[in-house]
């Protein structure tokens, strides 16, 4: 009998710590992931060229890109894949921002390479002399620079307005070239050294420019890195593929860019 007293406190007491902690656990355990609406802009190296095969439309879309990859593996709210082969940052500005909203939580973008003339130095540097070369890669990497930061500092800004509670991330491009031997057809060691030199200068302005907008750049230089062209597990186009010439393959997109988002993603 004297003892009931002091059983009835421990049990009251006992029964008000269980209270405390399912009042503090239920609502983290009740807590839902908020649901994702991503949004992917950029050029062809978002819109999946090289990878095939490709939509009906003339942006060469391809389901094998890094972010059809990343929306079915993160069973996203909604996907909206914009993004266009050839895109430079005035059409990201005039034909894709229409995709996003106020909803809208995540969006990725590569951008800028087209700007800087992509395509055109590829063709100087595969098919010209050195001197070509070199003189072409001067030139991207000067716009790269000096007039390319606006234009990326303008394309991130009109994202920031149209989805002003998305988390924006900026992918860049790898170095599409291995620098050993490879081959009497191959372009030479020095004009491999030099694009990829340009695609370093071209990915310091990127990153630079993402963060003085607040985004996250998300570098695929080191996923790449021993599977450029002339590697020998080569997840970059050579020549060969004519208009998917110096873009990833599928496996480019899968193990190259998919990992590189998953890192900063989480």
Known sequence: MPHRPLA??????????????????????????????????GDSYSSGVGAGPYD??????????????WAAANNVASFRFPACG?????????????????NTTMVTITVGGNDAGFADVMTDCRFGSTSTCTNAVNEAKAF??????????RTYAAIRERAPNARLI???????????????????????TLLNEAADVLATVTADRA???????????????????CGAQPWIRDVTGVIEAYHPNADGYR????????????
């Open 8 to 41: 009835r406190a421990l049990t009251a007491l006992v029964a008000l710590c269980t209270a405390l902690v399912g009042a503090l656990a239920v609502p983290g355990a009740a807590q839902a992931a908020a649901p994702i609406h991503y949004v992917a802009l």
């Open 56 to 69: 009906l439309s003339t942006c060469l879309r391809s389901q094998k890109s890094y972010a059809p990859l």
């Open 86 to 102: 050839g895109a430079v940052t005035a059409d990201v500005l005039d034909k894709q921002l229409g995709s996003l909203s106020t």
């Open 144 to 153: 790269a620079t000096g007039t390319l930061p606006a234009r990326l500092d």
């Open 170 to 192: 900026v992918l860049g491009y790898p170095r599409l070239f291995e620098t050993g031997s490879c081959g009497l057809l191959a372009m030479s060691s020095h004009k491999r």
């Open 211 to 229: 963060a003085a907008a607040g985004a996250t750049f998300a570098d695929t230089r080191p996923t790449f890195a021993g599977h450029g062209v």
């Open 255 to 266: 193990l190259g860019y998919l990992p590189a988002l998953n890192a900063v993603t989480g």
